[in-house]
C-alpha cells in the first residue's frame, strides 16, 4: 500500500514537471511567403498540437501567396484583367473581404493608401525581382497615369457583383495584405486554443497574450542604422507594423527611389522616413503605416484620426522623430537616440474605429 502511494505520489510529481515543461516553452516555427520571412511564436503549447496549426498556417500563407499576388498569376490577377475590361463581374468570394476592407480603409485615408495603383507600381517596376537598376519611367507615362489616376471610387461591389469605371484599376495589395493575413492567423490560433503568440512578417507583427510572465518585446528598426530604434512590450493584443523608405529601392541618375509611391503625384512619397502604426488590428496598421508614410510630416496627424490609429509615430526625412502622445506611452526609445522628439497629434478616442 505505501508502495503504491510512492508510486503514484512520484508520477504526480512527474506529469507536474512534464506539465511544467509545456507552460515554459517557446516554440518556433518560420517559412517564406509574400516574399518575406515568416515566423510564428507560440508560448506553453503542446508541441504536436504547435506543429500541427504551424503546418497549417504555412499552408493558408501559400494559398493566400497564389490567390493575392497581383503580378503571378493566380485569382487576383484574372481580377485585375476582369476590371480592365469595365464589364461587370462576380468576385471570387475568396477575394472578397480582403478588397471590401481594402477599398473600405483606403477611402478612410483618403485616398493615401490606394490599393488600386498597380499599374503605376508596374510603371515604376516595383513590382519585379530584382528591381529596375538605373532606369526610371517616363514622366510622360506618369503624368498618363495621374490624367486618370484611379481611386477605389471607380470600384462599385454590390454583393458578389463588381464593376469597374476606369480602366486604369488594377489592384496591388502588397501595402496591406500581410496585415490582413496576419490578423486571419490570430483568429485560426486562437480556434485552436492558443492564446499567447507571436505572427511576425518581415518584422511587422500581431503579439497575443504574453510570453509566460512576462510581456513580448518587440524591437522597431532603425530607419538608416543596424539596429533598433524603440522598442514595445505588448501583454495583450497589439499589431506593429513599419512602413520604410529602405525596403526596397534603386538608385538612378544619384537619386534614390523607393517602393512607397504617392497617388497624388505618381512619384515615391517625400517627407518620411519609416513611419510605425501600433493597433489591436494588423489590416489597419498595415494600412495605416503606409497611408501615414505617403501623408508625411504635415499631414499625417490628421489622417491618423480618420483611420482611428492613435498610436503613430514617424520618422520624417530629417530624422526628427514625431509622434501621438498614445505612442510615448508605450515606446522605449533606444539609449543612443539623440533625434528630436515632436509628441502631437492626439487623435480623439471618439474617433477610434469600432468594427463590428
Ligand atoms: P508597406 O511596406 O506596407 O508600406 O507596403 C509597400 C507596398 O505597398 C509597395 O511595395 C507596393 O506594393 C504598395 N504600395 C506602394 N505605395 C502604395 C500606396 N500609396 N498605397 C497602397 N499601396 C502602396
Ligand atoms: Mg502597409
Redesign the pocket.
Known amino acids: 500500500m505505501t508502495g503504491l502511494r510512492v508510486t503514484l505520489t512520484l508520477m504526480c510529481a512527474l506529469l507536474a514537471v512534464a506539465c511544467n515543461d509545456v507552460r515554459e516553452q517557446e516554440y518556433h516555427d518560420q517559412f517564406l511567403a509574400f516574399g518575406t520571412l515568416v515566423e510564428i511564436t507560440l508560448y506553453g503549447v503542446d508541441p504536436d498540437h504547435a506543429g500541427r496549426v504551424t503546418a497549417e498556417i504555412e499552408q493558408q500563407f501559400q494559398r493566400w501567396h497564389r490567390d493575392w499576388h497581383a503580378w503571378e498569376p493566380g485569382l487576383l490577377t484574372e481580377v485585375n484583367a476582369r476590371l480592365a475590361t469595365l464589364q461587370p463581374f462576380t468576385l471570387d468570394p475568396a477575394l472578397l473581404p480582403l478588397i471590401t476592407e481594402a477599398n473600405r480603409l483606403s477611402k478612410l485615408s483618403s485616398g ?4 488600386v ?1 498597380g499599374r503605376l ?1 508596374s510603371l515604376w517596376g ?1 513590382q519585379g525581382n530584382p528591381l529596375p537598376a538605373g532606369t526610371q519611367p517616363d514622366p510622360a507615362a506618369i503624368g498618363k497615369w495621374l490624367a486618370n489616376a484611379p481611386t477605389v471610387d471607380d470600384v462599385e461591389i454590390e454583393d458578389t457583383r463588381v464593376s469597374c469605371h476606369n480602366p486604369e484599376v488594377a489592384y ?1 495589395l ?2 496591406f495584405a500581410k496585415g490582413y493575413a496576419i490578423d486571419r492567423v490570430i483568429d485560426l490560433l486562437r480556434a485552436r486554443g492558443i492564446d499567447n503568440a507571436i505572427v511576425n512578417a518581415g518584422g511587422d507583427l500581431r503579439a497575443i497574450g504574453m510570453h509566460g510572465e512576462r510581456p513580448w518585446h518587440v524591437g522597431i528598426r532603425h530607419p538608416r542604422k543596424n539596429g533598433i530604434m524603440a522598442s514595445i512590450d505588448s501583454s495583450g493584443d497589439t499589431s506593429i507594423f513599419t ?1 520604410g523608405d529602405y ?2 529601392l534603386f538608385e538612378a541618375n544619384g537619386k534614390r527611389f523607393h ?5 497624388r503625384t505618381g512619384y515615391p512619397a517625400v517627407g518620411s522616413r519609416a513611419v510605425t502604426v501600433v493597433h489591436e488590428q494588423g489590416a489597419i496598421a ?1 494600412a495605416a ?2 497611408a501615414l ?2 501623408a508625411g510630416p504635415a499631414e499625417w496627424t490628421a489622417i491618423a484620426r480618420q483611420m482611428g490609429t492613435d498610436r503613430v509615430m514617424l520618422v520624417d526625412s530629417g530624422g526628427t522623430i514625431h509622434m501621438t502622445p498614445a505612442m510615448r506611452a508605450i515606446i522605449e526609445l533606444a539609449p543612443d537616440i539623440d533625434a528630436e522628439v515632436r509628441v502631437s497629434g492626439n487623435p480623439p478616442l471618439e474617433t477610434a474605429i469600432h468594427r463590428p
Do not use: C, K, M, Y
Not at 112 to 115: E, G, K, V
Open positions: 493615401l493608401f490606394n490599393p495603383l507600381i516595383f496591388d502588397g501595402g512602413s525596403e526596397r517602393h512607397i509611391l504617392d497617388p498595415d503605416a503606409t508614410f505617403v
